[in-house]
């Protein structure tokens, strides 16, 4: 089986991508959100020429095809074309689950099945109590029972969103929650290690567990500075896509809990190669997934197939103001929550059926051979 085509349906901040092989096998991915548009142009310039009409039947020829990629586009490396290299390997695995008629999960040795949330906020520009009151709400009308919330201001060079914000988000949020809720903190970069040390403490008197990237990520000796000084776990690699960086940021256990994104890092089999690294030095594994697209089912997946997997999924809370775009990407929303739980079905690929109203309205593109 080769890769005769290989067509993108594009709207600014999504683009996914219908694999189909010389046999007829078709399967569908998605490349990495934001700026989709740029990506599945850089798909089509620097992804496909390299891989169409190679082999495509098993796991090790896609890992050999993306390190092709990576290999004759060795002058362009980083985040651009591994988020088009996400399309590829996403559309491949969908590809074989439908072919074998199994979940991808299985084919990764996992089992489908219901697995435990996180609500995890977006937003800063939400007061302390309004964020403790949705929260509440959702503990109610979902039994979500874990909840990220956000300190300091992104990439904020040591200042919060308003001040006094973190210090008070802190202590609202615990004495809103049932106690029973677990609760989990993301400062985006935004601290010095002073700063991120002397929030942690408060974060350790507030039963808060999980403290995620406290200082800038591109400067690991800062995190690993909290990171010995805390008790709680700090967490971190969100925006790391390098395997040569997830290897140091493992070896050296700059953090506690690892956050790989499968669509930043190029898609689910160089996300697998990153929890296995984890996996060998004890470390768990709870990917960032920030947005209800193809990103949350890849990864929902990945948490029910690695024996590292952290406590939950991160499942974001924001609706339409905050992400319009991620409106009607599916058919039979894949998203329902009961009991805090979300379900990964039996389904073969990914288990999903975009929205062809969606892709009807999108720009297409396609790059083939006869
Ligand atoms: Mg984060």
Redesign the pocket.
Same mark, same amino acid.
């Given at each position: 089986m080769k890769i005769k085509k290989l067509e993108t349906f594009t709207k600014p901040f999504v683009s996914f991508l219908k694999i189909t092989s010389d046999t007829g096998a078709e399967g569908y991915g998605q490349m990495s959100t934001y700026h989709a548009d740029i990506t599945a142009q850089i798909f089509h310039k620097q992804v496909a020429p390299w891989v169409l009409g190679k082999s495509c039947n098993s796991l090790e020829d896609i890992e050999d095809l993306e390190n092709l990629v990576l290999e004759k586009e060795h002058k362009f490396p980083g985040s651009y074309i591994l988020r088009a290299i996400a399309g590829l390997d996403t559309a491949w695995w969908d590809m074989k689950g439908k072919l074998e008629n199994k979940p991808v999960v299985s084919l990764i040795n996992g089992n489908p099945g219901k697995l435990k949330v996180y609500g995890s906020s977006m937003k800063r520009d939400i007061t302390p109590q309004e964020e403790a009151d949705r929260f509440m709400k959702l503990e109610d009308e979902c039994g979500i029972s874990a909840f990220k919330f956000r300190l300091g201001s992104e990439c904020g060079r040591n200042i919060d969103e308003w001040p006094g914000r973190s210090e008070e988000i802190i202590k609202i949020i615990n004495k809103n929650l049932d106690p029973s809720s677990e609760k989990l903190v993301?400062a985006?970069s935004c601290f010095t290690p002073k700063r991120a040390i002397e929030l942690g403490h408060l974060l350790e008197e507030n039963g808060i567990n999980h403290y /995620? /990237?406290p200082c800038p990520y591109w400067e690991p000796e800062q995190t690993l500075e909290v990171t010995n000084a805390l008790t709680i776990d700090v967490t971190g690699g /969100?925006q790391d896509c390098d395997l040569r960086i997830w290897r140091d940021i493992i070896n050296r256990k700059i953090v506690n809990i690892v956050?790989p994104d499968i669509m930043y890092m190029g898609g689910l089999t160089r996300a697998l190669k990153v929890a296995k690294m984890a996996e060998e030095k004890s470390i768990i594994c709870t990917p960032?997934a920030?947005n209800l697209s193809l990103v949350t089912i890849c990864t929902m997946h990945l948490l029910k197939a690695i024996p590292n997997a952290g406590k939950y999924l991160e499942f974001s809370i924001e609706g339409e103001d905050y992400y319009p775009w991620q409106k009607n990407l599916f058919l039979n929303n894949p998203f329902k929550i009961d009991d805090g739980k979300i379900m990964l079905s039996e389904d073969p690929g990914w288990g999903i059926t975009i929205n062809p109203q969606w892709i009807e309205e999108s720009n297409y593109a396609v790059s083939k051979i006869d």
């Amino acid at each position: 089986m080769k890769i005769k085509k290989l067509e993108t349906f594009t709207k600014p901040f999504v683009s996914f991508l219908k694999i189909t092989s010389d046999t007829g096998a078709e399967g569908y991915g998605q490349m990495s959100t934001y700026h989709a548009d740029i990506t599945a142009q850089i798909f089509h310039k620097q992804v496909a020429p390299w891989v169409l009409g190679k082999s495509c039947n098993s796991l090790e020829d896609i890992e050999d095809l993306e390190n092709l990629v990576l290999e004759k586009e060795h002058k362009f490396p980083g985040s651009y074309i591994l988020r088009a290299i996400a399309g590829l390997d996403t559309a491949w695995w969908d590809m074989k689950g439908k072919l074998e008629n199994k979940p991808v999960v299985s084919l990764i040795n996992g089992n489908p099945g219901k697995l435990k949330v996180y609500g995890s906020s977006m937003k800063r520009d939400i007061t302390p109590q309004e964020e403790a009151d949705r929260f509440m709400k959702l503990e109610d009308e979902c039994g979500i029972s874990a909840f990220k919330f956000r300190l300091g201001s992104e990439c904020g060079r040591n200042i919060d969103e308003w001040p006094g914000r973190s210090e008070e988000i802190i202590k609202i949020i615990n004495k809103n929650l049932d106690p029973s809720s677990e609760k989990l903190v993301d400062a985006n970069s935004c601290f010095t290690p002073k700063r991120a040390i002397e929030l942690g403490h408060l974060l350790e008197e507030n039963g808060i567990n999980h403290y /995620e /990237e406290p200082c800038p990520y591109w400067e690991p000796e800062q995190t690993l500075e909290v990171t010995n000084a805390l008790t709680i776990d700090v967490t971190g690699g /969100e925006q790391d896509c390098d395997l040569r960086i997830w290897r140091d940021i493992i070896n050296r256990k700059i953090v506690n809990i690892v956050q790989p994104d499968i669509m930043y890092m190029g898609g689910l089999t160089r996300a697998l190669k990153v929890a296995k690294m984890a996996e060998e030095k004890s470390i768990i594994c709870t990917p960032h997934a920030a947005n209800l697209s193809l990103v949350t089912i890849c990864t929902m997946h990945l948490l029910k197939a690695i024996p590292n997997a952290g406590k939950y999924l991160e499942f974001s809370i924001e609706g339409e103001d905050y992400y319009p775009w991620q409106k009607n990407l599916f058919l039979n929303n894949p998203f329902k929550i009961d009991d805090g739980k979300i379900m990964l079905s039996e389904d073969p690929g990914w288990g999903i059926t975009i929205n062809p109203q969606w892709i009807e309205e999108s720009n297409y593109a396609v790059s083939k051979i006869d």
